[in-house]
């Protein structure tokens, strides 16, 4: 499988629950992203990660919880959420070096809704 | 504060030329993009300025103007499949990525 991949594409959750988003990329990049996209809002940057080491955190409210085990694989957990929190969460990843451009690639989204 | 601006929907005939521009206020640049995104389906990338001119790409070009904070994206011979949201980003000093909210292009038989 080539590109990013993005799982589950669809997920409702109450606001008790707990679960994970899962991103995968199979494009030897080194920087992966958690974006929050919302009807007619721009992309909200929610993290960044260098070589597995988490770069940014654009002020996310702790019931979102990232890691990134490797450069190729990274999550989102969630817990706790509130009903502001249904969106489509974008995982992407990029080359990221001397002479890159560095074009975001994105995975399909998780479309999440929160009850 | 960072801020780009772009409009939020535009209408175009098939066949014609259309302009989707994007203004920007950010802390430094380092580069500017252009992205396609269709309905349900994740953003692609179209296009890269970081430097003052034209950069063409079949039947899309894009241009930049630094002193003005400007870049628009050419669209010609439209095609219905070029109906979709068209996300304009720059990077900043800190070499993050402040995203406009996308222009809703439709095109029209």
């Known amino acids: 499988e080539t590109g990013v991949t993005q799982t589950p594409r669809h997920l409702v959750m109450g606001m008790t629950n707990k679960k994970s988003l899962k991103c995968e990329q199979h494009l030897g990049h080194n920087a992966m992203y958690w974006y929050k996209q919302s009807a007619k809002k721009p992309l909200e940057l929610m993290f960044v990660?260098?070589?597995?080491?988490?770069?940014e955190n654009n002020s996310v409210p702790s019931r979102f919880s990232p890691e990134c085990p490797n450069s190729s694989h990274l999550f989102l957990h969630l817990h706790t959420l509130q009903p502001e929190d249904s969106a489509l969460y974008l995982c992407?990843?990029?080359?990221?070096?001397?002479?890159?451009?560095?074009?975001?690639?994105f995975g399909p989204g998780t479309r999440l809704t929160v009850t | 504060g960072q801020n780009i601006d772009q409009p939020t929907e535009m209408t175009a005939t098939e066949g014609a030329i259309v302009q989707i521009n994007c203004t920007y206020q950010t802390s430094g640049f380092n580069g500017l993009f252009w992205y396609q995104q269709h309905a349900g389906e994740a953003p692609t990338f179209l296009s890269y300025?970081?430097l003052d001119g034209l950069e063409e790409k079949g039947r899309f070009s894009s241009f930049l103007s630094r002193s003005k904070g400007y870049s628009y994206l050419l669209l010609k011979e439209l095609q219905m499949k070029d109906s979709a949201s068209y996300l304009c980003?720059?990077?900043?000093?800190?070499?993050?990525?402040?995203w406009g909210a996308g222009t809703k292009l439709i095109i029209k038989p």
């Open positions: 300025n970081v």
């Open positions: 980003a720059v990077r900043d000093s800190n070499y993050q990525l402040i």
């Open positions: 990660y260098n070589f597995k080491e988490q770069t």
């Open positions: 992407a990843s990029s080359p990221h070096g001397a002479g890159e451009v560095g074009e975001q690639y």
